[in-house]
């Protein structure tokens, strides 16, 4: 039983290493990247639907993301869909595709962007020592119904708290490489 509560407590953290790292992927660096449309939704038909399941996108070049709708009608809902988004991206509409070109970042956009992703970094970090509360309070819990032995309660916690700082490191050197590819001009 405690050897799948430590299971369980290294999979939540893998999880909240995921989580963490589909937020990066959404943080536009400079170089295009479709993830960075992942969140979009667009009106189509009265209904909000995810951008990703109305058109196709792919990466021309570096600096160019192009939107291929599979229904030619939703161009405008998507060009404004991209608008009203906080990517600070604008959108060109030829009627059959839509270019949107990725400006150079500005150097205030840059930190802008590094602050962001440091609070993603401390959101993740929060989450793994919340997992590592509920583990070691599942632990106390098994350790006062007596089925585990006080000297296993503290080796448990030993265990996790590996885990935990393995797992903030981890986040560390995610953030680090992501600030990184952001100020990489």
């Given at each position: 039983?405690t050897e799948?509560?430590?299971k369980?407590a290294r999979?939540?953290m893998?999880k909240a290493?995921g989580a963490?790292?589909?937020e990066f992927?959404?943080?536009r660096?400079?170089?295009a990247?479709?993830?960075?449309?992942?969140?979009?939704?667009?009106e189509?038909?009265?209904?909000?639907?995810p951008?990703?399941?109305i058109?196709s996108?792919?990466?021309?070049e570096?600096?160019m993301?192009l939107?291929t709708?599979?229904?030619?009608?939703a161009?405008?809902?998507?060009?404004?869909?991209i608008?009203a988004s906080?990517l600070?991206?604008n959108?060109?509409?030829?009627g059959?595709?839509?270019r949107v070109?990725?400006?150079?970042l500005?150097e205030?956009r840059?930190?802008?962007?590094?602050?962001l992703?440091?609070?993603?970094?401390?959101?993740?970090?929060v989450?793994?020592r919340n997992?590592?509360?509920d583990?070691?309070?599942?632990?106390k819990?098994?350790?006062?119904?007596?089925?585990?032995?006080?000297d296993e309660?503290?080796?448990?916690?030993?265990e996790v708290?590996k885990?935990?700082?393995?797992h903030?490191?981890?986040i560390?050197?995610?953030?680090k490489?992501?600030?990184?590819e952001?100020?990489e001009?």
């Amino acid at each position: 039983m405690t050897e799948k509560g430590l299971k369980d407590a290294r999979e939540r953290m893998d999880k909240a290493l995921g989580a963490l790292s589909h937020e990066f992927g959404a943080i536009r660096t400079g170089r295009a990247s479709s993830s960075i449309l992942e969140k979009i939704t667009v009106e189509y038909y009265g209904v909000p639907t995810p951008l990703l399941q109305i058109a196709s996108i792919s990466v021309p070049e570096p600096q160019m993301l192009l939107i291929t709708p599979y229904d030619k009608t939703a161009i405008g809902g998507i060009e404004k869909a991209i608008l009203a988004s906080d990517l600070g991206l604008n959108p060109a509409n030829d009627g059959q595709v839509i270019r949107v070109p990725f400006p150079p970042l500005t150097e205030e956009r840059r930190k802008e962007l590094v602050k962001l992703c440091k609070h993603y970094a401390e959101e993740a970090r929060v989450a793994v020592r919340n997992i590592r509360r509920d583990i070691n309070d599942f632990f106390k819990h098994q350790e006062r119904d007596s089925e585990i032995s006080q000297d296993e309660l503290h080796r448990l916690e030993a265990e996790v708290q590996k885990l935990t700082d393995a797992h903030i490191a981890e986040i560390d050197e995610m953030l680090k490489r992501k600030e990184q590819e952001i100020m990489e001009v």
